[in-house]
Every structure is written in C-alpha cells, then in structure tokens.
C-alpha cells in the first residue's frame, strides 16, 4: 500500500470575484518509508495539497488517501495516522509551557495518560529540548519551538507526518538541525511529505521530488534523474600550461561555441565554454587533447542544480536561496 | 464509543487548558471575584436613587417586577447574566482569535471532533465563572441586601436545565463567528437586545405587550424568573414545573440543532478554505 496516494485533485477557489485554480488535476504517490518534497514558487499550491491532506479541506473532485484512508470519507481515521505541521509561528500555544503543550495535544490524539507520558519525555530527550520542557513556548528561540512542533506531530508516533515549509524563517544552523531531525524521523520508518521553497533542501533529504507550479505538477523523479535528465547548457572548464591556438580552434569546431580564455597569476591558462550535451563530451575533449600533445591539468564540469531543474520547469527563479545555510 | 470518548478527553483537555491560563493572568480575580461584586452595587444605587427620597418609584417596581425587594432583583438578575454570558460568547469569541492567531487549523489537525473545543470552552466558562456567582450571592445575602430564601437543590435544577439552551446558543454562534469576521458586532448587539427582552435588568413588565410575549419565549426569562422566585419570594420548584419542562425542551431542540449548524459550517468552512482567515 502507498503511504499518500493522490489522483486528480481539483480546487478552485472563488477570492474577491476572481477564480483560482489552486489545483489544476494533480497525481502523484509516496512509498511507505521515503521522503517526498513538494517544490514550488508562491501560490503554486503546496499548501492547499497539505491541508486536503491533512482533511482541513475538501477537494472539488478527485481523491486522496492516506495509508488506505479516504480523506474526505474517513476523516477521523486520516487525522489519526498523520503528524501535521503547518506554516507558521503559531501552532503552538505560547502561554503555556513545551510539557503542557505537548499533553495538551496528546489528549486531543486520544493517547492514554501513561503512555502519553513515557511518549513525551522521549521525545523530549530524542530532540535534546528536555531542559525546557518547563518553559513558556514564547520564551523559546524559533528553531526551538519549531523542534517542539515536530515532537507534538510525532506524539501519536503517525505513520505519515507532513511538514509546510518546516524551515521556513530559522537561522542557518537550526535549520540544519531540523533537517537532521526530519532525516532520523525517516530512519524510524515514518514517511514524510514536506513543501519547501528550498533546493537544497529538497534535494538533501528527498528521495522523490514533484515540482508544482500554477496548481500543476510539472515533474516528478528522484532529485538525481531530475538532474541527469536536464536539457541544458553545462560549463566545462579546462586547464593547462601548454594550450596552443590550434587545440582551442578544433574544440569550437567541435562544439560550436564560444570559448573564453584567460591566464592566472601562475601564468596557467584556463579555458571555458557551454556544453549543449553532456554524453562523451569529456572522452572528446581528452582525446582532441592528446591529438594536439596538450598536458591537462583538470577538467570541471558543472552539474545543474535542483535550482536549474526548477528555473527550467516553471521559468520562474527563487527569490529565498538561503545560501549560506548550505 | 470511541469518538464520545475521545470527544470529552478533548474537552476537558481544552477546558483545563483554558482555566490554566486563566489563572496565569494575575488580573484573573479582578474580573471572576472583584466585578461580580462591585457591578451589581452601580445598579443598586441607581435604582436607589430612581426611587426618589420617600420611595414611591418602589411600588411602581413592585407592579411591573411581582416583588419591592428590588435591590434582590436586580443584582441576582446581573449577576445571573454574567454568568450566562460567559457561556454564551467566550467559546465563539476565542475560537475566533484562535483563527485569528493561526492555531486554529493545526488544532483542527486532531483527530477529535471539532466542536470538543467549542464544548470545552463553554466547561471552563462553567467552571470559572460558577464559584465567583456563588461568593457573591453569599455575599450580598451575608450583608442583607439579597435575602436568600431558597433551596440550593433547585436553583442547581435550574440552572444544569438551562445549560442545553445556553451551550446551544454557544455552538451556533461559534459557527456564525467562523463563517463571518464580524464576531464582535453580533455579540454587542445580540447581548443588548437580550438584557432588555429576558428582563435581566428591568422587569418585562415595562415592555410594549407584544414584546413581553417574545421575552416569554426565551428560556433564559423563564430561567431569570425560576431563581428570583426561588431566592427571593423562597418559592418552590414545584411552582415553576412548567417553565422547567419549557426550557428544557427548547434546550434540547436547540442543542441538537445547534450541533447540525455546526456540522454544516464545517463542512462550508472546509469548502471554502475558510478556516486560516481568507
Ligand atoms: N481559502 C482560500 N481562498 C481563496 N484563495 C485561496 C485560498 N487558499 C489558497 N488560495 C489561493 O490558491 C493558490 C494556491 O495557494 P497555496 O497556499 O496552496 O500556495 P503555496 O504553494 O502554498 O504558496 P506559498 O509558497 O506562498 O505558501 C494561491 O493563489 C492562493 O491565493
Ligand atoms: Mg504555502
């Protein structure tokens, strides 16, 4: 059985006399086990997915089950098997304390005392937050808080957790902790189902990723093949000591492009230019080399990012590329 | 069995939950212990003095209320109100702000059922504002301004009667409150054209005729009316059966209706997205 299956999901909404398509037919599935990304541009339709999933919603048409479970028949049953996390400062209460909270919502899950108990103080000590289980959730730094959000979306231990932009506005190193915390949930068996606006993120920790754009899904693979299979141009740098006029003219016949050239302080010539396919350019390039007696000293080729697979598919750029947090 | 179980552990979670930041602001018995104290007395001295020097404004009051002891009517009728009121409002009102905040939805999330929230409110109102009722009574009986004649078994009769009625009302104005952002407005107005027509302040009796036979209708005059007969003529229940029957068979019709409201709402809450303020 899928963990998430979802087919042709429609919904519109009606905002200020003006029709939106937030989803536009939309189907994909997730293997129990595996970490799937949801990437897409503002509006794209992330979040409308997660809360049909998370039976905040109902479809206009299509379906969506989670482990078996319909989400518009079986709601209850639904809201049982998953952990949620949704976008926000707020899905905490912060009058109360990171204990309170967490057996507050134990008890909306049903869970027995005793074992509710035992559940969150391992959490608690899993997360390293055990310290401050007796603080005030508005005294907590937001990479804090947002590790005792993933605590209260495991308190059920659901077979299926999904996370709305989980790292969205934490400093580089909490959102690194945070990845690292997603990835040991996965190795507990859970299945997740994340949206961010990351690439690095997505490709960090996804085993599948669908990009959406526009209520649609525009691609769906693993985030190496999404890659590989990319049809653009990639930069291939070249250096040696001994380049001759003739070796740089016989690569632009070769490949029909421009090359650029330029000398480093250790009078070392490096030259570059675009691929338009990768196949056996590298195994051309060695072998004009050799004809030509030129010494390589190295040979880059730039892979595309996921970022590439995303400006290629939905022609939009991201604007949030927390550089840094890499 | 399940679902019902699950549905009173939620709400009584949220209720707890509720009473625990309650009384995290200090401010608490301000508004649970001091106002129900110092409020009915403004009320008091203005009926004193609408009574003038030699009280000839008494018998008036005498004709339209049934009773001179108009000290007794009117603070059992405020603060018999306020208690009402915090039932009736507080679970919509916070329910609201809980959209407003943003928790709203990730509270929805939970697998119990989603008027256990609205209930649990309407337990802690219960909880908060019964005691703070109680003490003040005791204490205007204590300083003979109310002169307490009834039975308190009954008055609880009346009071566990009138609660279907109220929570009823709870749950349907907790729909209104997410299928509309003017939650506030309706509160204002609604709890004004109440306090006139239940006779909570001033006897029905100074209503036009027609108005008189609405505020009979409500169960909350019939209520209003059960507990100063109680309290201050000592009457007992077997007085006001009628009124009993009346206002638990417009409760229960009102609770379940009000649950199918809800339910509904829900169902147009989650149609539209509603829920995170669109
Ligand atoms: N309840 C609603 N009523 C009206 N329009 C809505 C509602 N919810 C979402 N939309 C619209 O539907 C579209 C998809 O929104 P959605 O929130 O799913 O996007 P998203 O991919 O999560 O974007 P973001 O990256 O900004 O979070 C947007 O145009 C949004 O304005
Ligand atoms: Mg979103």
Known sequence: MKAIEINNLVKRFVSKNEKIVALDDISFSIDEGKIFSLLGPNGAGKTTTIKILATLLLPDSGQAKICGYDVVKNDLLVRKTLGTVLPGERTLFWKLTVKENLAYFSDLYGLNPKYSRKRIEYLLNKFEINDRKDTYVEKLSTGLRQRVVLCRALLSDPRVIILDEPTLGLDPEASRNLRNIIKEIKDEGKTILLTTHYMYEADELSDMVAIINKGKIVSIDTPVNLKKNLDIERNITITSRNFTSNFIENIRQEFFTEVKKEINEDGILKISFYLKKKDDALSKIIKIASEHDIIVDNIALSEPTLEDVFINKTGKKFAEIEVSAK | MKKIKIFFQASFATAKKDIISILRYKTWFISVLVWPILMPYTFVFLAKGLAGPTNEGIDNFARLSGTTDYSSFIILGNLTWMFLNMIMWDGGLKLNSSRRIGILDTLWTAPSPRLAYVFGSAISSIVINFSP??????????????????????????????????????????????????????????????????????????????????????????????????????????????????????????????????????????????????
């Not at chain 2, 109680?134 to 008055?155: E, H, R, Y």
């Not at chain 2, 209104?176 to 027509?197: F, G």
């Open chain 2, 133 to 278: 009722i109680v003490i003040s009574t005791a204490f205007f009986s204590m300083v003979k301004i109310i002169s307490f004649k009834a039975n308190i078994f009954d008055l609880l009769i009346y009071t566990l009667s009138i609660l279907p009625f109220i929570i009823g009302f709870l749950f349907i104005f907790s729909s209104l409150t997410l299928r509309s952002k003017e939650a506030n407005l309706v509160v204002h107005a609604v709890r004004v054209i109440l306090s006139i027509l239940c006779g909570l302040q001033l006897p029905i009796g100074v209503l036009p005729l027609f108005l008189q036979k609405i505020s009979l209708s409500i169960p909350i005059t019939l209520y209003m009316n059960c507990i100063r007969d109680s309290i201050i003529k000592g009457q007992g229940i077997s007085y006001h059966i009628n009124s009993l029957i009346y206002i638990l068979t417009i409760g229960f019709i009102t609770f379940i209706a009000s649950i199918v409201v809800f339910k509904l709402t829900e169902k147009k809450v989650k149609n539209k997205g509603l829920i995170s303020g669109y």
